[in-house]
């Protein structure tokens, strides 16, 4: 565990410089004057380990910074550190390292800017809460909270970041957000997120989507006038790695003509 805590902190570094999270926690006010628990200190504290950080008391978690950043805290010291100030530090580190990531995909970004304004990427991730949140976060089991993050490939620009109780909808939240779609975007969402509503919201304001299909979903295509359910499964199973088949006149839905892919 101590090695792969060097070898986080030793990524960290290469990242991001002490001097660039100082600045970042800076500017969002997360530090306004020298103090012993240090950006970079409180960045490891946050990111580091099993998501269990929630679960640890603060005592603990001040016996972590001693022990590996020589930082001597109060647990009520460390309580008021959690504030929204630290939260748009960790917002700022967030984005930034999204920004360092568009580089390596310059090549795909500029073939897709010629086709489509936007290339938006949603997706979300669950995790357990103390129970004392039950009341605003709740889960299936347990208390939990879920983030909805949505990102805009071809500009680096956050599109929509939200928390909310973990057992919410995905594909209802989804609908919800439809108001944002712009004429030729594309919709790239996994299959938590499948709706006929909004796919059909999509199309309706002209942009496109990529999705897979839930297993109750059927598949129609049009042969001489006449909507006939498409066996797409087998032709998939035809195909060879790499190779891919394009038809025109889709529908998807439970029955014929719900909506037009």
């Known amino acids: 565990m101590e090695n792969q805590m060097q070898a986080w902190m030793k ?43 929630a679960q640890q008391s603060l005592q603990r978690l001040c016996t972590s910074l001693t022990l590996r950043h020589d930082c001597s805290l109060s647990s009520e010291g460390l309580n008021q550190r959690f504030t929204e100030r630290a939260v ?32 938006r990427i949603l997706d979300s991730t669950s995790f357990l809460v103390p129970a004392d949140y039950g009341e605003d976060y709740r889960g299936f089991v347990s208390s939990g909270a879920k983030i909805q993050f949505e990102y805009d490939l071809l500009s680096g620009a956050c ?42 919201e999509i199309d309706a304001r002209g942009a496109y989507y990529i999705t897979r299909l839930r297993s109750d979903m059927k598949v129609y295509i049009k042969e001489n006038s006449q909507w006939k359910e498409w066996d797409w499964e087998s032709l998939g199973n035809q195909l060879k790695e790499g190779e891919s088949v394009e038809m025109e006149h889709v529908y998807i839905g439970m029955s014929v003509c719900i909506s037009h892919a």
């Open 159 to 200: 599109l929509q970041l939200c928390v909310q109780s973990a057992n919410d909808s995905n594909a209802r939240f989804a609908y919800h957000a439809q108001h944002t779609i712009l004429p030729n975007d594309l919709c790239i969402r996994d299959l938590g997120f499948f709706s006929v509503a909004a796919l059909t």
């Open 11 to 53: 990524t960290i570094r290469q990242l991001f410089s002490p001097e660039t999270l100082t600045h970042l926690a800076q500017e969002t006010g997360f530090i306004q004057r020298k103090r012993a628990l240090t950006a970079e200190a409180f960045l490891t504290l946050c990111a580091w380990g099993d998501g269990s950080l």
């Open 88 to 119: 748009a530090f960790l917002r700022e580190v967030f984005f930034l390292l999204l920004q360092r990531q568009r580089p390596l995909l310059w090549s795909t970004i500029q073939t897709y800017r010629t086709c489509f304004t936007r290339l």
